[in-house]
Structures are given as structure tokens and as C-alpha cells.
């Protein structure tokens, strides 16, 4: 067994895919709409799904917003370098909730930016010692 995905609901989809693509730097793997149920599927990730776990980004149509809750919390991407990966993703227009910094009550680097529709996802750089990692 394995994770394959994560699906976030998104308001406008190509808003979402220029995120992951151009600032997170994702590549689409494949897209799918579904006239009958009016919606439209968009995958993205790192690598190929058959490889890892991707981001599976579900834009029904016609849905612009939705309320985010307060039981998701982040998706998590390791990074070389987070202050780096900070300063590249404000370069591409990409907003950082976090700048780069030793997590609470630890030691690993970690940062948060935000997707368009209110996703965060954290940076978590390179070496990073799982056990000190918030649950």
C-alpha cells in the first residue's frame, strides 16, 4: 500500500495549476474534465504518480470559493534550501505566510507559504529530523 494523492478543492483551476507549476515548480501530469459531472480533475506533482504521491486539484464548475476548516492543516514539500525556496517562490509571485526558520520548540528548518485558495504548504529543508516534526 501507498499514498497516491492529496485532493484540494480549487475556484479557479488555472490559477491553482500556474501555482503548483510556476511557483512550487510541479509539473501537470495529466487533466481530465468531466462534462456529465461537471467537474474537472488536475494532477501535479514532483514525479510521475506511479513513482509518489502527487496533489490532486478538483475544480467543480461553477464553485469559486469554499471555507477551508480548521481540520486540514499543510501539505509538506522538503527542499534544499527553505530560505532560498522563499525568496524563489516571492520571486515567481508566490505569497510565504513563513519565512524560513527553526521550527518551534526545535530544530528544523521549516517555512509556509500559501496557495491561491488558502492551502498552506510548508517547506521543510533538506536533513530534517522526523522525530522533532509536529505532529
Same mark, same amino acid.
Given at each position: 500500500?501507498?499514498?497516491?494523492?492529496?485532493?484540494?478543492?480549487? #475556484?479557479?483551476?488555472?490559477?491553482?495549476?500556474?501555482?503548483?507549476?510556476?511557483?512550487?515548480?510541479?509539473?501537470?501530469?495529466?487533466?481530465?474534465?468531466?462534462?456529465?459531472?461537471?467537474?474537472?480533475?488536475?494532477?501535479? #506533482?514532483?514525479?510521475?504518480?506511479?513513482?509518489?504521491?502527487?496533489?490532486?486539484?478538483?475544480?467543480?464548475?461553477?464553485?469559486?470559493?469554499?471555507?477551508?476548516?480548521?481540520?486540514?492543516?499543510?501539505?509538506?514539500?522538503?527542499?534544499?534550501?527553505?530560505?532560498?525556496?522563499?525568496?524563489?517562490i516571492k520571486a515567481r509571485g508566490g505569497r510565504v505566510?513563513?519565512?524560513? #526558520?527553526?521550527?518551534?520548540?526545535?530544530?528544523?528548518?521549516?517555512?509556509?507559504?500559501?496557495?491561491?485558495?488558502?492551502?498552506?504548504?510548508?517547506?521543510?529543508?533538506?536533513?530534517?529530523?522526523?522525530?522533532?516534526?509536529?505532529?
Amino acid at each position: 500500500m501507498r499514498i497516491l494523492h492529496t485532493m484540494l478543492r480549487v #475556484g479557479d483551476l488555472d490559477r491553482s495549476m500556474q501555482f503548483y507549476t510556476e511557483v512550487l515548480g510541479m509539473q501537470i501530469l495529466r487533466r481530465k474534465d468531466y462534462p456529465e459531472g461537471k467537474f474537472t480533475l488536475a494532477f501535479v #506533482g514532483y514525479q510521475d504518480e506511479s513513482a509518489g504521491a502527487v496533489i490532486e486539484l478538483t475544480y467543480n464548475w461553477g464553485v469559486r470559493t469554499y471555507e477551508l476548516g480548521n481540520a486540514f492543516g499543510h501539505i509538506a514539500i522538503e527542499v534544499e534550501n527553505a530560505a532560498e525556496a522563499c525568496a524563489a517562490i516571492k520571486a515567481r509571485g508566490g505569497r510565504v505566510v513563513r519565512e524560513a #526558520g527553526p521550527m518551534q520548540h526545535g530544530q528544523t528548518v521549516i517555512a509556509f507559504v500559501e496557495d491561491p485558495d488558502g492551502y498552506r504548504i510548508e517547506l521543510i529543508e533538506r536533513g530534517v529530523a522526523f522525530d522533532e516534526h509536529p505532529a
